[in-house]
């Protein structure tokens, strides 16, 4: 399990998880808490709970209802640009995805499908939400941050491509988070 040092962490913070791995542009979801956290924070922006995970169920560790919770991870997607998702529980059809940024009703329906495995080593994003459902640890809404993949190679460094989405995206939180 990977963490990051909290950045003036407090109860009530908002939870920043990247979700990653070493290999490529997978490594995207832990350089977004990277430049998060080597920001220096004004003393008047909120503090942030900064954490990496190497999969998506070390996320449980970290969860409780009472959190604003933002994810990060990398993904296989033909839109080259970061996306931004909204989780919601829905008592009667369980999690609902929403894109607030997808531009079509194909590029809302591309994340989140089902892994299936015998094991919860293996356990994907969505698994892992449903089981956090299931405990009562997961918060009502959580926002989903997804970057493009250009390579995948597991001794590839990141593409300059996702350089640029990490960026962003680290920008678009901060922003989202400051001003929430």
């Known amino acids: 399990m990977h963490t990051t040092n909290l950045i003036r962490a407090t109860r009530g913070s908002p939870l920043v998880i990247g979700i990653g791995s070493p290999h490529g542009d997978d490594r995207a979801g832990w350089e977004v808490i990277d430049h998060l956290e080597n920001r220096v924070s004004k003393p008047t922006e909120r503090p942030l709970l900064l954490y990496k995970a190497a999969v998506?169920?070390?996320i449980l560790d970290w969860l409780?209802?009472?959190?604003?919770?933002?994810?990060?991870?990398?993904?296989?997607?033909?839109?080259?640009?970061?996306?931004?998702?909204?989780?919601?529980?829905?008592?009667?059809?369980?999690?609902q995805v929403r894109s607030t940024t997808a531009t079509s009703v194909s590029q809302a329906s591309i994340v989140l499908k089902y892994l299936r495995s015998n094991s919860s080593h293996q356990f994907d994003l969505l698994?892992?939400?449903?089981?956090?459902a299931v405990l009562g640890s997961l918060p009502p809404r959580i926002v989903l941050w997804t970057i493009p993949m250009?390579?995948?190679?597991?001794?590839?460094?990141?593409?300059?491509?996702?350089?640029?989405?990490i960026a962003v995206c680290a920008v678009r939180i901060r922003?989202?988070?400051?001003h929430a």
Not at 127 to 132: D, G, I, P, V
């Open 56 to 58: 998506p169920h070390d």
């Open 150 to 165: 250009i390579t995948t190679e597991k001794t590839a460094d990141l593409s300059p491509q996702s350089l640029e989405y």
């Open 127 to 132: 698994s892992t939400l449903q089981l956090a």
């Open 64 to 95: 409780h209802r009472d959190v604003q919770l933002h994810i990060i991870d990398a993904c296989s997607s033909v839109d080259r640009s970061v996306a931004r998702f909204e989780i919601v529980q829905d008592e009667s059809s369980g999690l």
């Open 175 to 178: 922003q989202e988070l400051c």
